[in-house]
């Protein structure tokens, strides 16, 4: 069905006819009489919709459904669909990333090409964010200092679209994981979900930040706030160097002790993922956490249709400036006309 939102505005349509009452009609000139052989070249035409000039009256008309039309568009004619239904499970769900510089180490592995941990995060993390229809999902970006990138929505499409977006070092080069949950504990405090979850990704330790992690998962637990944390990082990987090649930790600096703490104390659990298929198990397992179910939302979808009737106005208009130009090329053709009748009678 089609609805205005400013339905208030058609009564704009009766200006035309309110300007015509009030305003003064335009005095005919007073010109020096003509002699000419013919008159039918001077049908030029009146002004006003009650001209006995039939090109007159069709004018009037023409301009007044262009005027229609304007006010038409001013008053936001929109579509508005059939009610969606939306699925919805009543879990508001935060997921916090790391972007300290130690993200950019290569130690994962996908279809046959190592990368960073940053972009192992966003392909694993985007795939699980795409499956978690119903929920509502935001982003913490997180380094030195912790940010929202996303609050919490339904539009999955746009907080992965941010999250693929994200740099390493964007929040610094350090880990703020203390400030990170203390943000999330923020932004759910007062949410009335009845399922809060936090999933923490981060591939060291808490190295910055006013906050310290595990008085932060008090603070959570007290909200109801569940946290999910995942340390990732290889064990093992081979670099080169001037004395060949050897094996180092790549995850030395991982605190998996406080990582385990956060979690026991919200009522969560710790996932360890040394690589791309841990990690994806570790989202498969995430995803199979229980909804509860709130009541039926519904969703109307719409459409603006204001520029239909403006470029019906528009055309209308171009319409009316070509007969007016009509009309001038035949009153130069009467004028030319004129001309050799003074010259014959000047003659005699």
């Not at 939102?5 to 010109?31: G, S, T």
């Not at 910055?208 to 008085?215: F, I």
Request: overall charge neutral.
């Amino acid at each position: 069905m089609i609805e205005f939102q400013w339905p208030w505005m058609f009564i704009l349509l009766v200006l035309p006819f309110v300007m015509l009452r009030l305003l003064p009609k335009a005095q005919p000139q007073q010109e020096a009489a003509l002699r000419v052989p013919d008159l039918s070249s001077f049908n030029t035409l009146a002004s006003g919709p009650h001209s006995k000039n039939p090109s007159s009256h069709a004018m009037f008309w023409l301009a007044f459904l262009a005027w229609a039309c304007l006010v038409s568009a001013s008053a936001r004619p929109v579509w508005f669909g059939e009610p969606v239904e939306l699925p919805v499970s009543g879990r508001d769900l935060m997921l916090a990333v790391d972007l300290s510089g130690s993200m950019q180490v290569e130690d994962f592995v996908i279809n046959g090409k190592t990368i960073n941990r940053l972009l192992a995060t966003q392909i694993v993390a985007g795939e699980f964010i795409e499956r978690r229809v119903g929920d509502r999902i935001g982003l913490i970006l997180f380094g030195r200092n912790a940010y929202v990138q996303t609050p919490l929505t339904f539009d999955r499409k746009t907080v992965r679209s941010l999250l693929e977006e994200a740099v390493i070092g964007l929040a610094g080069k350090e880990t703020a994981i203390g400030d990170a949950i203390g943000l999330a504990v923020k932004r759910l405090r007062a949410d009335k979900a009845a399922n809060k979850t936090l999933i923490l990704l981060t591939d060291g330790a808490n190295t910055a930040g006013e906050v310290e992690p595990v008085k932060a998962a008090e603070l959570a637990a007290e909200v109801g706030l569940t946290i999910y944390t995942i340390g990732i990082g290889a064990d093992e990987m081979i670099v080169q160097s001037f004395f060949g090649n050897r094996r180092v930790n790549p995850s030395q600096d991982l605190d998996e002790k406080t990582l385990s703490t956060i979690a026991e104390k919200t009522g969560g659990k710790y996932f360890r993922a040394r690589d791309t298929d841990e990690l994806n198990k570790i989202y498969s397992l995430l995803d199979e956490l229980e909804p509860i179910a709130l009541e039926q939302k519904t969703f109307r979808p719409q459409r603006s249709l204001f520029y239909w009737p403006l470029a019906v106005a528009l055309g209308l208009s171009f319409i009316i400036l070509i007969l007016r130009l009509h009309l001038f090329a035949r009153m130069l053709t009467a004028l030319s006309r004129i001309n050799p009748v003074h010259r014959s009678q000047g003659r005699s």
